[in-house]
């Protein structure tokens, strides 16, 4: 190819593309799209608007390790403040997500043990410490919370959150 070519194949290319690469919008919509999966339960909250309080509480007992509730129920475009408090002897994560996307997520865990999570949409909370996740449900759905600590889903810590 001569460099008349290239040009021309150059301009062919920029004409049919939506979005430039060199318009800047590339990265940053990658990055949105990214987002949008991270947060398929809705999106994160405003600290500002009211909220109803769910209390969540991680504990081990007997081999195994869960949430108590394991089960809460939203209304959409209702705003929720978890308020995540870990009674139990280990670090315990809550990331809300789809069941999908958490399993896929743990998964990826198991393979990089050291990820940790603090996001809108999840949190790491050490033994006898508690935190707060606002969230805001804007979809309706069947959704989780999940700890992402490699064992810790597998051994019974979810649950689900149904928004109607
Ligand atoms: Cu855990």
Redesign the pocket.
């Known amino acids: 190819m001569n460099r008349l070519t290239i040009v021309a194949a150059f301009g062919l290319l920029s004409a049919t593309s939506s979005s430039p690469a060199w318009a800047g919008s590339g990265p940053a919509e990658h990055e949105h799209e990214h987002e949008t999966e991270v947060f398929s339960a809705g999106e994160p909250g405003d600290e500002a608007k009211p909220s109803r309080v769910v209390q969540v509480t991680?504990q081990e007992s007997d081999g195994k390790?869960l949430f108590v509730p394991n089960h809460v129920e939203v209304r959409k475009g209702e705003q929720i403040k978890f308020v995540i408090h870990n009674n139990g002897e280990?670090?315990?994560?809550f990331v809300l997500a789809t069941a999908q996307g958490n399993e896929k997520h743990a998964e990826a865990m198991k393979r990089n043990p050291e990820m940790e999570h603090h996001d809108p949409n999840a949190t790491r909370v050490s033994p006898k410490k508690t935190d707060e996740i606002i969230w805001n449900f804007t979809n309706a759905g069947k959704f989780e919370f999940a700890?992402l600590?490699p064992g810790?889903r597998d051994a019974g810590?979810f649950g689900s959150v149904e928004v109607k």
Do not use: F, K, N, V
Not at 90 to 93: A, G, N, Q, R, S
């Open positions: 991680m390790m280990l670090d315990h994560e700890c600590i810790h810590m």
